[in-house]
């Protein structure tokens, strides 16, 4: 996902440029608000976590852009490619780096295991919008 600080930024464009050319294959992309139901049970693996009400309502203040990437190697490849969640300790030239503002305002989000993202992935997209 494209977070809604990157989007309301108009960074969409160049983020997109960085991970075509990385080598990833977009599969599946659409642009959506969601719902405070919807962000949460994206995250409900943080429901505990003190930060999860806040993460909330930060994903729902404004559009994101979710996408499904196919690449090999793709998880390690990307979350090298978008760089720390903290974007203070994100190296330089990576998506967080480059366009995030703080831990919670950072950007994008990858998915961490090849499992997560089959389930993120199925979270937002059905068989007949992928390519
Ligand atoms: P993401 O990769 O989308 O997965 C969970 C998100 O929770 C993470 O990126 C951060 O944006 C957010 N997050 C993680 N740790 C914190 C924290 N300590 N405070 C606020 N947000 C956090």
Do not use: C, W
Not at 114 to 121: F, L, R, S, T, V
Request: glycine share 10%; aromatic share 10%.
């Amino acid at each position: 996902m494209i977070k809604p600080d990157a989007v309301g930024n108009g960074h969409t464009g160049a983020i997109l440029n960085d991970i075509i050319a990385g080598g990833f294959k977009i599969v599946a992309m659409k642009y959506i608000h969601l719902s405070k139901e919807t962000a949460g049970a994206f995250y409900a693996v943080h429901a505990e976590r003190p930060f999860y009400g806040e993460l909330v309502n930060f994903m729902t203040s404004g559009p994101i852009v979710a996408a499904i990437l196919e690449k090999d190697n793709a998880v390690e490849d990307f979350r090298k490619l978008i760089g720390a969640t903290d974007p203070s300790k994100a190296e330089a030239g990576t998506v967080r780096n480059k366009y995030a503002k703080s831990i919670e305002a950072n950007a994008i989000h990858g998915s961490d295991s090849d499992e997560n993202a089959e389930i993120e992935g199925n979270f937002f997209f059905s068989q007949f919008e992928r390519f």
